[in-house]
C-alpha cells in the first residue's frame, strides 16, 4: 500500500466526528448513533461514491484517488482549504516500504540571509524550513525571541522549543494558542512533505515528551496561518504585539520567510526601535 494509512484513517474518523448531523439535516435514523458525527455511509452519500469505495478510502486501502473524489470528500466534510490540501497531499501515491526518507538539512541562500540582514533595522525576520525547522534570521529576530545561534543546530525547530523549551512559556503569554497553531502547522508539514525523516523524528520526539503535544495532535487540527498576530512578552520591554506576514520563496521549496512588524506609531514600534538600537550594539 502506497498511502500514508494511519494518517487517512485518523483524520477522516476525527472529522466525520466533528460535524452534527442534526445541523446538516441527517435524521437520527431507526438505529441510533453509537458514536458522534457522520456514519460512513453518510460521508459516503455526501461525497457521490459508494459506501465500500470511502471505507476503502477511509482505511487507506484505495490505490488511486482522483482529484474530484478528494474534492467530494472535502465538501462532504466541510473540510478547510488547510484541511483540503492535507487530504490531498496524504492520500496521493507514495513510494512502497513506508519508510521516511532521509534528506539533508535545507541552506538558506546568501541572498536570501542578505535580505534579512537589510531589515534588521525594523524588522524581526527568519526562515523557516520543512518540519518548522529554523534555517535563518537576523539580530533583531534573536532580540525579540530567542538566540538561535546559541541553540544546536538540531535543535532549532519550532514545535520541538514551543513544546519542550520552558523560556517560550514566559516568551509568549498566550501560549496554549501558539501550542494549538503550532500543531496545526506541523500537520500541515506532513501532507507537504510525506515521508520526510526530519518531520517523522520531530513528531515522535515531541509525541515521547510532551503530553501537551499528544493531546492536541490527536485533535486532528490541520491549519496553515501564514498572517496573524502574535504577541510576545520581552524582559526588558514588556509584552509587545506584532503583525505577522509569511511568505513562500519560490526559488528555493519547502522555505518560507516570516517577517514581524509593528503598527506605525503603536507602543511596539517605540520598544521594536529599542531593540533594534540594542541589537545592533550586541
Not at 17 to 42: F, K, M, Q, S, Y
Not at 53 to 81: F, K, M, N
Not at 182 to 207: D, F, K, N, Y
Request: glycine content about 8%; hydrophobic content about 40%; proline content about 7%.
Amino acid at each position: 500500500m502506497g498511502h500514508s494509512e494511519p494518517e487517512i484513517k485518523a483524520f477522516l474518523k476525527a472529522r466525520r466526528a466533528a460535524l452534527d448531523p442534526a445541523e446538516l439535516g441527517l435524521p437520527e435514523g431507526v438505529v441510533r448513533r453509537r458514536v458522534r458525527g457522520l456514519r460512513r455511509e453518510e460521508v459516503a452519500q455526501r461525497a457521490g461514491i459508494s459506501v465500500d469505495y470511502y471505507t476503502r478510502i477511509e482505511q487507506g486501502r484505495a490505490p488511486a484517488i482522483s482529484d474530484s473524489v478528494v474534492g467530494g470528500l472535502a465538501r462532504a466534510l466541510r473540510l478547510t482549504p488547510s484541511e483540503h490540501t492535507y487530504l490531498r497531499n496524504i492520500t496521493l501515491p507514495r513510494r512502497s516500504g513506508g519508510a521516511c526518507d532521509a534528506e539533508p538539512r535545507p541552506r538558506v541562500r546568501p541572498e536570501i540571509q542578505q535580505l534579512l540582514d537589510a531589515m534588521d533595522d525594523t524588522v524581526p525576520a527568519y526562515v523557516y524550513g520543512p518540519a518548522m525547522d529554523i534555517l535563518a534570521w537576523n539580530r533583531l529576530g534573536t532580540r525579540l525571541c530567542v538566540d538561535y545561534s546559541a541553540i544546536p543546530e538540531e535543535r532549532r525547530n519550532g514545535p520541538l522549543l514551543v513544546f519542550l523549551d520552558p523560556r517560550l512559556k514566559e516568551i509568549h503569554p498566550n501560549w496554549d494558542e501558539v501550542a494549538d497553531d503550532t500543531v496545526a502547522g506541523l500537520r500541515a508539514e506532513i501532507g507537504r512533505h510525506p515521508g520526510s525523516s526530519r518531520v517523522c523524528r520531530v513528531i515522535q520526539e515531541l509525541r515521547e515528551r510532551s503530553e501537551e503535544f499528544r493531546r492536541r495532535w490527536e485533535a486532528q487540527a490541520v491549519q496553515e496561518r501564514t498572517r496573524g498576530v502574535k504577541r510576545f512578552r520581552h524582559p526588558e520591554l514588556g509584552e509587545l504585539v506584532l503583525r505577522f506576514e509569511a511568505f513562500v520563496l519560490p526559488a528555493d521549496p519547502g522555505q518560507m520567510l516570516c517577517t514581524y512588524t509593528a503598527d506605525k506609531g503603536s507602543a511596539t514600534a517605540d520598544a521594536l526601535k529599542a531593540l533594534a538600537e540594542t541589537a545592533a550594539v550586541a
